[in-house]
């Protein structure tokens, strides 16, 4: 989502932070700026791309040695240039921010009594007039007293007039890394804004607040106490990733599926719990039932992987949407394994799941994640980290094949384990995820077929989706991605629930996707296609080579090369992904940044 980029240097940073912010531009956003110190406060703010602000500053010669820059994704008002960040308080503080402020409200109107007048209809510009509310000569005593004041999740960076090589930055809520230089330091929202700048990064703890200036860097804690935080060399990619020979970044990672699934498998010999952490087999003993969180796609892979666990490992798996998770009452159990799914590691609901979850007494944590250095990877005993590499279409693709491989995995460790894999059936299913990168680049050929159904498919404005067992959660990510770039409703049930109430949405107006693989469940699905038949629906079914499903009037079938087993969803999810990639590109949609969507959601 927002992002956050701030240095102080001997040199202009100018090109530091508009190089950062391209580097940020994958998580999504709507405007952005920059501000600099310049003899008095100065800045240029679009509500365009990154581009278009570089081009206004090299018309502007905008330069200054201490500066702040930011890419926001509206939460409080409309994006226009008056609510882009940064946001000036009287020509004296500059500032931005990502998150939300839940008592915004309540402080604008005591700093409109004090006479601030606000320009903006954004949460953020309370913060800059309350800074400079209760500045008195040094700028970290004012923002420590002003977070203080806060409620809800921040991250901040701030600099003043009167105080001009220095920026203080805070965190909660919101992920905050600062960056050391030699003779220069910065601050960003994420340690990927700072590659090829610096690789000494410092991740800040929750209600930190930092002091940054030229040739030092100062840490308080949320006590205002000094404190000393980690120095950890963090190798991240220096380039913006190249499209090559595709067309959009979705595209690009869409093929790259095969050889993300080979990485994240790289070294991988058996199936045993070392694969998770030292301490993993200890874990897994004390462990009686599984309770997976997550968000959006992850949620799917982690619905995906109940039906893995409960079958395999026979073990009862619970699995909840992190952002409604923490505000219900549950009954917490110690022995229950919690697993947090995220791509970033920085999901705002799924980290504040995961701690509600520990707050409760509920210690035995995994992540699955992407990021070695994200806050879910730190806050968890365990984890695995998936091998997808940068991911930068909004719509998730080789993130999620990645984490539903590291699921079975995890499915296979615990289940052998708990001696319900023997020795035969864990070779088979090691043998069958090897080959998945080959089975995958099968189904990708099929791709020409699929880009004929996505032009039918533009023309539509609902699609129902239909799975069952291990693969209703394929339909349902299979719905998310059309609605999420295509724009086109979408909906996915169990197919088993047509009859009780979806099917009077059946015309011939509304397309039918249906998952069809050859398992158990698929006499009982070629019942539920004939009822939509019966209905004068369209069908668009994807089958395995070996179920007997026919084209015929109103039945359209694509079919996969071969039937998978277990890992059929990891198959099944590849055409769906295609689909809703040439629908979007012949509605002639920005596939890889969807409107009112973000990569990285790290507000509540």
Same mark, same amino acid.
């Given at each position: 989502?927002c992002g956050?980029?701030?240095?102080?240097?001997?040199?202009?940073?100018?090109?530091?932070?508009?190089e950062?912010?391209?580097?940020?531009?994958?998580?999504g956003?709507d405007?952005?700026?920059?501000?600099?110190?310049n003899?008095?406060?100065?800045?240029?703010?679009?509500?365009r791309?990154?581009?278009?602000?570089?081009?206004? +500053?090299?018309?502007?010669?905008?330069?200054?040695t201490?500066?702040?820059?930011?890419?926001?994704?509206?939460?409080?008002?409309?994006p226009v240039?008056?609510?882009a960040?940064?946001?000036?308080s009287?020509?004296?503080?500059a500032?931005?921010?990502?998150?939300?402020?839940?008592?915004?409200?309540?402080?604008?109107?005591?700093?409109?009594?004090?006479?601030?007048?606000?320009?903006?209809q954004?949460?953020?510009?309370?913060?800059?007039?309350?800074v400079?509310?209760?500045?008195?000569?040094?700028? %970290?005593?004012?923002?420590?007293?002003?977070?203080?004041? %806060?409620?809800?999740?921040?991250?901040?960076?701030?600099?003043?007039?009167?105080?001009?090589?220095?920026?203080v930055?805070?965190?909660?809520?919101?992920?905050?890394?600062v960056?050391?230089?030699?003779?220069?330091?910065?601050?960003?929202?994420?340690?990927?804004a700072?590659?090829?700048?610096?690789?000494?990064?410092?991740? %800040?703890?929750?209600?930190?607040?930092?002091?940054?200036?030229?040739?030092?860097?100062?840490?308080y804690?949320?006590?205002?106490?000094?404190?000393?935080?980690?120095?950890?060399?963090?190798?991240?990619q220096?380039?913006?990733?190249?499209?090559?020979?595709?067309?959009?970044?979705?595209?690009?990672?869409?093929?790259?599926? $095969?050889?993300?699934?080979?990485?994240?498998? @790289?070294?991988?010999?058996?199936?045993? $719990? =070392?694969?998770?952490? @030292?301490?993993?087999e200890?874990?897994?003993?004390?462990?009686?039932?599984l309770?997976?969180?997550?968000?959006?796609?992850?949620?799917?892979?982690?619905?995906?992987?109940?039906y893995?666990?409960?079958?395999?490992?026979?073990?009862?798996?619970?699995?909840?949407?992190?952002?409604?998770?923490r505000?219900?009452?549950?009954?917490?159990?110690?022995?229950t394994?919690?697993?947090?799914?995220?791509?970033?590691?920085?999901?705002?609901?799924?980290?504040?799941?995961?701690?509600?979850?520990?707050?409760?007494g509920m !210690?035995?944590?995994?992540?699955?994640?992407?990021?070695?250095?994200?806050?879910?990877?730190?806050?968890?005993k365990?984890?695995?980290?998936?091998?997808?590499?940068?991911? /930068?279409?909004?719509?998730?693709?080789?993130?999620?094949?990645?984490?539903?491989?590291?699921?079975?995995?995890l499915?296979?460790?615990?289940?052998?384990?708990?001696?319900?894999?023997?020795?035969?059936?864990?070779?088979?299913?090691?043998? !069958?995820?090897r080959?998945?990168?080959?089975?995958?680049?099968?189904?990708?050929?099929?791709?020409?077929?699929i880009?004929?159904?996505?032009?039918?498919?533009?023309?539509?404005?609902?699609?129902l989706?239909?799975?069952r067992?291990?693969?209703? $959660?394929?339909?349902?990510?299979?719905?998310?991605?059309?609605?999420?770039?295509s724009?086109?409703?979408?909906?996915?049930?169990?197919?088993? @629930?047509l009859?009780?109430?979806?099917?009077? %949405?059946?015309?011939?107006?509304?397309?039918?996707?249906?998952?069809? $693989? !050859?398992d158990?469940?698929?006499?009982?699905?070629?019942?539920?296609?004939?009822?939509?038949r =019966?209905?004068?629906?369209q069908?668009y079914?994807?089958?395995?080579?070996?179920?007997? /499903?026919?084209?015929?009037?109103?039945?359209?079938? +694509?079919r996969?090369?071969e039937?998978?087993?277990?890992?059929?969803?990891?198959?099944?999810v590849?055409?769906?992904?295609?689909?809703?990639?040439h629908?979007?590109?012949?509605?002639? !949609?920005?596939?890889d940044?969807?409107?009112?969507?973000?990569?990285?959601?790290?507000?509540?």
């Open positions: 989502m956050i980029v701030g240095a102080v240097a001997a040199r202009n940073v100018v090109p530091v932070l508009l950062g912010l391209k580097r940020l531009e994958y998580r956003y405007s952005c700026g920059v501000a600099v110190y003899d008095g406060l100065k800045r240029a703010r679009s509500v791309r990154v581009e278009d602000l570089v081009a206004q +500053i090299q018309e502007t010669g905008l330069s200054g201490t500066g702040i820059s930011h890419t926001r994704w509206a939460t409080h008002g409309a240039t008056a609510n960040h940064p946001h000036f009287r020509g004296r503080i500032l931005v921010h990502n998150g939300i402020i839940e008592n915004y409200e309540e402080l604008r109107r005591e700093l409109q009594a004090a006479g601030f007048e606000f320009e903006s954004t949460d953020t510009e309370v913060i800059a007039h309350l400079n509310h209760l500045y008195a000569g040094d700028l %970290l005593k004012s923002v420590q007293q002003t977070v203080k004041r %806060l409620h809800g999740a921040y991250a901040i960076a701030v600099f003043c007039r009167d105080e001009p090589q220095r920026v930055a805070a965190r909660f809520g919101s992920p905050l890394v960056g050391l230089g030699s003779g220069e330091n910065f601050v960003a929202s994420d340690a990927m700072l590659a090829g700048t610096t690789d000494r990064i410092v991740y %800040l703890e929750e209600g930190d607040v930092v002091d940054v200036q030229q040739t030092a860097v100062r840490i804690d949320r006590n205002d106490a000094s404190v000393e935080r980690e120095v950890r060399i963090v190798e991240a220096a380039g913006v990733p190249e499209l090559g020979p595709y067309r959009h970044f979705m595209q690009k990672e869409i093929f790259e599926q $095969p050889r993300a699934i080979a990485d994240t498998l @790289e070294g991988v010999i058996a199936a045993t $719990p =070392a694969l998770f952490g @030292e301490s993993a200890e874990v897994f003993s004390r462990i009686d039932s309770l997976i969180l997550a968000c959006g796609t992850s949620y799917y892979a982690g619905l995906t992987a109940k893995w666990l409960e079958a395999i490992a026979k073990l009862p798996t619970q699995v909840e949407i992190a952002s409604e998770y505000y219900r009452e549950s009954v917490p159990d110690p022995k394994l919690v697993i947090v799914i995220s791509q970033s590691g920085e999901t705002a609901d799924t980290l504040a799941a995961l701690k509600h979850a520990q707050a409760l !210690n035995e944590t995994l992540a699955i994640c992407n990021v070695a250095s994200s806050a879910i990877v730190r806050l968890t365990l984890n695995y980290l998936t091998r997808a590499g940068v991911e /930068i279409g909004v719509a998730s693709t080789k993130a999620f094949t990645t984490q539903l491989t590291a699921l079975f995995l499915t296979l460790s615990l289940a052998k384990l708990r001696g319900k894999l023997p020795l035969d059936a864990e070779a088979a299913a090691l043998r !069958n995820l080959h998945l990168p080959a089975a995958l680049q099968a189904v990708l050929a099929l791709e020409p077929q880009i004929a159904w996505a032009g039918e498919f533009a023309r539509k404005e609902h699609a989706f239909l799975g067992g291990r693969h209703f $959660p394929i339909a349902l990510e299979g719905a998310l991605k059309l609605k999420e770039i724009y086109i409703h979408a909906e996915a049930y169990a197919a088993g @629930e009859k009780h109430g979806p099917l009077a %949405l059946v015309t011939d107006q509304m397309p039918v996707v249906t998952v069809a $693989p !050859n158990v469940l698929l006499e009982k699905l070629k019942s539920n296609i004939q009822e939509v =019966a209905r004068g629906g069908m079914v994807f089958a395995d080579a070996d179920t007997h /499903i026919s084209s015929s009037d109103g039945i359209k079938v +694509i996969l090369p039937h998978y087993g277990a890992l059929s969803p990891i198959l099944h590849v055409p769906l992904q295609l689909l809703a990639y629908t979007a590109l012949a509605r002639g !949609n920005d596939v940044k969807p409107r009112n969507l973000a990569k990285s959601v790290t507000v509540e």
